[in-house]
């Protein structure tokens, strides 16, 4: 698998990761960047991250076989629709965004005859921003999710699982549906939860945080992660979200009625389980 | 500073540790580490990190001049009181627990005379534990608060911050009942919200959180502290955990509450001044 030309549109810490992924693995012969801010473009051309770019999607996406849209999700469709009339015949067009729902197949529904858009979600990434935080192999053991529609070939489907495997990528395929149930519990939910965390704190008393072992630190490093950007995510998939918010407020208070009845067995199964869970998985 | 006989009662990651931070530095002639599971004991012993070990807590502190009660901090106070009658005069003795407010008074009182009980608490771990989870260098560039009381003079006080600094942590003082209610928001309050992540998400979908990226293994780690521990260190605190629990569950459902009324201005205002909050502090 190579690619002639490949366009990522959208120089974040996503795109600007697998554009450096691409050349690394030789996976494609040109790779074209695309964003809107020129310092962050110039920033990844000086340091090879991609071969050349440009602030304009559809001079990026011409003669491209392979099309990237890692801008960030609520601009997916309108990116789509603005492209969709300048793709190379017979290119293939992937997302990495982290909600999948609807949107994919609304997005395949903008693709000329004969392009296929196929939804991807590389669960990787970190609290950063910016091509100045991308990572080369970002995407190495990381799991990907790809959630193809009823108008995908097998074939398109089979090329792009073959892309992120060279990648490193452990990949599976999910219903786009499903895909963002599951990550409006292990991705999306965790975010508020930790914005809420320093909130609450912070709110009890100012500046508390300063003394923050290493574990409140990882446990809200998330918070550090750009604000707008979950609005949006949290906001397009507010579904999902709000029955696991729900779900933790009534944990969190079978906790506060055990400490006020001073319910140590209660406590501990709450808290044992939950140990045996996190357990369960490593790192 | 150095100690002629250094006695550790309880080898956990943080005995074991601040025993293994003494001999590196030199700061005691003789460690002597006492427990309770025998294999443990051993292993610390095999490696070095003490020089003998014994199960026997008033063998342990026999012509001890230091002492450090490293054992769960419910057990303190009934430790303190079976050592008591067999201390060295003159020998200092440290706690190194998660509670301190009325606990450190007394264990004081618990003292024979000319014996000094100051209370420490290092800000350091992790969510391992036991002997062989222990870190020579746990201590270097820690936070550690030492709540002195009305007994304690300035001399004593003033030798137990040489010794924690002489281990490379960053000391300072504070009330007892204030540390409780900081450590109540920085450190007990944040395991639980984690545990309570795990079963909020593993309750809505099992198996869920095989999917986690580094964001929710980040944010979760600490729920895989030992839930024994954590349930008797929010127990004791729970007068200072209750009103953040409260102040928690109120923040989410003002983020539940934007959710539902698509309120994006509203949503960005609370994650947005949380990530400002988040990236005050390091790391």
Known sequence: ???ERAAIIGLGLIGASFARALKKHSLAEVVVGCGRGIDNLNFALERGFVDSVTQDPIKAVADADLVVLATP?????EMAASISGHLKADSMVIDVGSIKGELVQRVQSLMPGGVEF???HPIAGSERSGSSASVEDLFKGAQCIITPTDSNTDEAVGRVRELWEALGSKVSLMDSMEHDVLLGLVSHFPHLAAYAIINAIEDRSEGAIALSGAGLKDT???AMSPSALWR?????NRDNIVPVLDAFIAELEGIRTSLLKDDASGLEAILKKAEARRKSIEG
Do not use: N, S, W, Y
């Open 220 to 222: 809200t490093r998330i």
């Open 1 to 3: 698998m190579k690619f």
């Open 118 to 120: 196929v939804g991807c």
């Open 73 to 77: 999700v609520e601009t997916l469709e």
């Open 232 to 236: 949006d995510i949290t906001l397009m």
